[in-house]
T-cell receptor, first 112, second 115 residues
Framework: EDQVTQSPEALRLQEGESSSLNCSYT??????LFWYRQDPGKGPEFLFTLYSAGEEKEKERLKATLTKKESFLHITAPKPEDSATYLCAVQASKNAGNMLTFGGGTRLMVKP | DTGVSQDPRHKITKRGQNVTFRCDPI?????LYWYRQTLGQGPEFLTY????????KSRLLSDRFSAERPKGSFSTLEIQRTEQGDSAMYLC?????????????FGPGTRLTVL
């Protein structure tokens, strides 16, 4: 069974204090690993797709990396507007329908 | 706005009542997904459509739940005889069809509260 575990569950940072969020996964054949941002009361907003180990993607202060067992979301010099829940999800090659298996998320709070 | 839309955004109902939610996907997307998210958890897959065909259902989808996508456009999710355990955020997502990992785009969700 596909599993995704995110850590920490919650993270408090001061503005400008860089850190990383972890996503560990077990999947039988990775088709893609996805990062989403979710603000309270809203749907997840797509950030990145990673396909294979060694791949990296960047967007503003966020950088996502992938190994064979985990992915990291690095946040450089965060601002208060980066406060949100960050969700990691995998698509398994055995699932023809490409449904996503999500982790529980990391709730990030950035204080000014 | 060309994103995924959902209606209503909030629904409060009494136990035992039936409710129906609507999702309008991004127009060029063939696939439409329904997920359920409870507080503090990630979304869980319920079911998906490719065009008008419902191709897979999760074991989370009890007999009280039914989904349709007539003509391969919008979709509805109906819950009959609601229970308090049905209280959650119901999320709809759409994507194009692809072999490699294909990103799904989510709507704003419908928050269901069963009293």
């Amino acid at each position: 069974e596909d599993q995704v575990t995110q850590s920490p569950e919650a993270l408090r940072l001061q503005e400008g204090e860089s850190s990383s969020l972890n996503c560990s996964y077990t999947v039988s054949g990775l088709r893609g690993l996805f990062w989403y941002r979710q603000d309270p009361g809203k749907g997840p907003e797509f950030l990145f797709t990673l396909y294979s180990a060694g791949e990296e993607k960047e967007k503003e202060r966020l950088k996502a990396t992938l190994t064979k067992k985990e992915s990291f979301l690095h946040i450089t010099a965060p601002k208060p507007e980066d406060s949100a829940t960050y969700l990691c999800a995998v698509q398994a090659s055995k699932n023809a329908g490409n449904m996503l298996t999500f982790g529980g998320g990391t709730r990030l709070m950035v204080k000014p | 706005d060309t994103g995924v839309s959902q209606d209503p955004r909030h629904k409060i109902t009494k136990r035992g009542q039936n409710v129906t939610f609507r999702c309008d996907p991004i127009s060029e997307h063939n696939r439409l997904y329904w997920y359920r998210q409870t507080l503090g958890q990630g979304p869980e897959f319920l079911t998906y459509f490719q065009n008008e065909a419902q191709l897979e259902k999760s074991r989370l989808l009890s007999d009280r739940f039914s989904a349709e996508r007539p003509k391969g456009s919008f979709s509805t999710l109906e819950i009959q005889r609601t229970e308090q355990g049905d209280s959650a955020m119901y999320l709809c997502a759409s994507s194009r069809v692809g072999v490699a990992g294909v990103e799904q785009f989510f709507g704003p969700g419908t928050r269901l509260t069963v009293l």
